[in-house]
């Protein structure tokens, strides 16, 4: 390593003396700004037998140890299938829990699902309007698949674009048509559009829900849209009443921002509905009723949100003052386009998660790979790395172009390195003598455990993977130009296994998803 200049004489040996009597280190070199330090054999065993105990035993205690975290990723809304987009963000979301815990942290994932609003309302419509009577078992499509097809059958008879930057601006104003009419008589509470919503958003959420296991994701707390509603309507009145809201010409209630490009933050419809802003802040405060405060509380989301989420939470710190709204950090990334352009569900463009898993695993390039490896990687394994890979190795603030060819260029996914090496099987087993020179390769492997603590000790506060992912996949890189006998083989394939724990990229404990929650 360098240091930022040639230390003093008395400094130099200062310096020097202090690192020799550690009993870590065998020899120091300095030459001018120039250190070189070479740990013991002893202390290379030691860090070598931590690989093998994980990620918490590499990394050791952390800077976040004893605070709790609360890590809201996701958010889907239940009228589709989850598709890259959304990958981009749990990737994220994983990778940066995965973080947190390793810097300490005891970490509570979590989601909130809108399952109610003008999108569902719209998927209800579609169901009744272009596939009365049919079903996901009828049809032959997967759950999911089918509430998306009803929502994007029915959303492509009106105009997709209300002319606003307000990305829930389709259920701002009311239009008039049958979806509305499902909206209001949801809200009264009919019973016999109650039943239709509960049986579409249970065929939606079960649906993510197998994704989700899918990519091994779980999460310790699912909150809704649709019991927000009642306390979404005492936060209203709360807000006519101080002032802070205002009623306007038409019958609605919005909130006004003060900001340049976003006035006003539309809460209520003119014929009642609370807007998905709105149902937000109110299980927001709903969540600080029930649970103590956090150390932190950390949302990823697309930066199409930050404007809206930026005033949600001015909003929220005034109509619910709590313990969380103080903690709030976001995590805004950019957005995941196809061919130049958006992804929209509405128009059955939007190419979904398990497209892509199922591509991926079926991929002879991968299937190859998997047929080398030792011990045997599964194809679903695989292609979950290469797949989240592709997403972790850019910064979150950038937008990406979704590209398949790209996710088997190196240049473009560096994550292939990662699975290359992941996969890699050992060389033929060599004589003693001949496996010594090998010596140093399995002593650089051991050594990365200490920059990746480093790392994430750092980083973790930063909230982006970034620099963790672009070195594993460079000791991956690396280590594929070294020999790999037995030996180095499985150092490299334990390392590499903590690299990819503290990416989230290997699941964690059971599979949680949306649907698994009991809901009335």
């Not at 030792?374 to 292609?383: H, S």
């Not at 973790?460 to 790999?484: D, I, M, R, S």
Request: glycine letters at 10%.
């Amino acid at each position: 390593m360098f240091l930022a200049s040639a230390p003093e004489p008395a400094a130099r040996e200062l310096l020097v003396a202090r690192l020799e009597a550690d009993p870590a280190i065998e020899s120091v070199r300095l030459r001018r700004a120039e250190l070189s330090v070479r740990f013991s054999g002893a202390h290379v065993q030691a860090v070598r037998d931590g690989l093998g105990g994980g990620l918490a035993a590499v990394l050791g205690p952390g800077p976040d140890s004893g605070r709790r975290f609360t890590l809201n990723f996701l958010n889907p809304n239940a009228t589709k299938p989850l598709h890259i987009g959304h990958l981009r963000n749990v990737a994220l979301g994983q990778a940066l829990a995965a973080h947190f815990e390793g810097r300490g942290a005891a970490v509570r994932r979590q989601v909130y699902v809108c399952d109610i609003g003008r999108n569902v309302c719209e998927a209800l419509a579609g169901w009744e309007v272009f596939h009365t009577g049919a079903t996901p078992e009828s049809t032959g499509l997967l759950p999911d698949v089918f509430v998306g097809h009803c929502y994007a059958d029915y959303a492509r008879t009106r105009a997709s674009d209300m002319g606003n930057d307000d990305p829930a601006a389709t259920e701002s104003e009311a239009v008039g048509d049958r979806a509305d009419e499902i909206v209001r008589g949801w809200l009264r509470g009919d019973a016999e559009i109650r039943a239709a919503w509960r049986e579409l958003r249970g065929w939606a959420l079960e649906g993510q829900s197998r994704t989700l296991e899918r990519l091994g994701v779980r999460f310790e707390r699912q909150w809704y849209e649709s019991d927000s509603i009642e306390r979404a309507g005492r936060l209203v009145e709360l807000g006519l009443g101080r002032g802070w809201l205002v009623r306007t010409d038409e019958g609605g209630v919005v909130y006004p921002t003060g900001r340049a490009g976003y006035g006003q933050l539309p809460l209520v419809r003119a014929d009642g509905f609370p807007t998905e802003h709105l149902r937000v802040i109110a299980l927001f405060a709903m969540e600080q009723d029930e649970r103590p405060a956090a150390d932190r509380w950390i949302v990823v989301c697309g930066d199409e949100w930050s404007a809206a989420g930026s005033a949600e939470l001015e909003l929220v710190a005034r109509l619910a003052p709590g313990p969380l709204a103080p903690v709030v950090d976001v995590v805004a990334h950019g957005m995941v386009t196809v061919g130049g352009s958006k992804m929209k569900s509405r128009d059955g463009r939007a190419l979904t998660i398990d497209a892509l898993l199922d591509g991926l695993e079926s991929d002879p390039r991968i299937a190859l790979l998997c047929e080398r490896s030792q011990p045997r990687v599964d194809p679903a394994e695989a292609a979950q790395i290469l797949a989240r890979g592709y997403f972790l190795c850019r910064r979150p603030t950038r937008a990406i172009e979704y590209d398949w060819d790209g996710l088997f260029d190196a240049a473009h996914n560096p994550g292939l390195a990662l699975l290359r090496a992941w996969c890699r099987p050992p060389d033929a087993d060599e004589p003693t003598a001949a496996a010594e020179k090998h010596a140093d390769t399995e002593r650089t492997l051991v050594l990365q455990a200490h920059q990746l603590r480093g790392l994430v000790f750092a980083e973790g506060a930063e909230f982006a993977p970034t620099e963790v992912a672009k070195f594993t996949n460079g000791v991956a890189a690396w280590y594929l130009e070294q020999p790999a006998p037995p030996a180095v083989q499985r150092t490299a394939r334990a390392l590499l296994g903590v690299c990819l724990d503290a990416l989230g990229l290997r699941a964690s404990g059971p599979a949680r998803s949306p649907a698994q929650a009991t809901h009335a």
